[in-house]
């Protein structure tokens, strides 16, 4: 009998782990999960962004709410990996590029520009996930989910109330998308295109080699001696196609 007792605990233990080791709250909604990472990136830019404020803005009111993003993204972002580990989700280690490039914007910025730049990202990035927080909050059945969102859904209300008494929130202006900038538009843009460009030079100038070399074998092979340049061309292209 003991033995017997000994082998289904044995069982129920490592025969079975799936069981044993079930996450507390089952598996995670896929909308659920977008919501953490969401909110991981969040604190991940604006946890820096609220720094910057204390630091480049001469507006005591802009100083004021940076130091309160900080604070409150901070206690945040516990939460948010807290709540993760729950279910083995994996979080970002860092910013995306859209993040990244509206945080060098800020950083190039001076003056009433960055008040007006840093409201700006800041209010749009809050209202974007805004909707994503109140539809997870009414729609999901996990509850430490739910409790997640409710905490979620009160720190970004009140980061968009404080950042809009900063004064510099053009209303008229948050409808439209935000762009991807990187030190300026006009340094992102001539990046992209540099880029772009690249292999279309490559194509094109050996493009350019095969068509000199094929002309030259014709007037090589249709005149009655070889063409006094024949051999320079030749080693030119030679060396074109060697590197």
Do not use: C
């Amino acid at each position: 009998m003991k033995r017997l007792l000994t082998s289904l605990v044995f069982l129920l233990l490592f025969a079975s782990p799936s069981v044993a080791w079930a996450q507390p709250n089952g598996d995670l909604r896929t909308l659920d999960g977008d919501l953490l990472t969401k909110v991981r990136l969040a604190g991940l830019w604006e946890m820096p962004a609220g720094e910057m404020a204390t630091e480049r803005s001469d507006d005591p009111r802009v100083q004021e709410v940076g130091r309160t993003l900080m604070t409150d993204h901070a206690v945040l972002d516990q939460e948010v990996r807290r709540v993760a580990a729950l279910y083995n989700k994996a979080l970002p280690a860092e910013p995306n590029d859209a993040q990244k490039s509206w945080l060098t914007e800020m950083a190039t910025s001076t003056g009433a520009q960055f008040d007006s730049v840093w409201a700006m990202r800041l209010r749009s990035a809050h209202g974007m996930i805004f909707p994503l927080i109140a539809q997870v909050r009414a729609t999901t059945t996990d509850p430490e989910i739910r409790k997640f969102a409710t905490t979620a859904n009160t720190i970004v209300m009140k980061h968009m109330t404080i950042l809009e008494s900063t004064n510099n929130v053009a209303y008229d202006a948050l409808a439209d998308p935000t762009p991807l900038k990187l030190a300026s538009d006009s340094e992102g843009t001539d990046m992209v295109v540099a880029v772009a460009l690249v292999p279309l030079m490559v194509a094109l100038t050996i493009f350019v080699l095969w068509l000199a070399t094929s002309r030259n074998r014709r007037r090589y092979r249709q005149s009655d001696g070889p063409v006094s340049d024949e051999p320079r061309v030749r080693t030119y292209v030679d060396k074109e196609y060697a590197r």
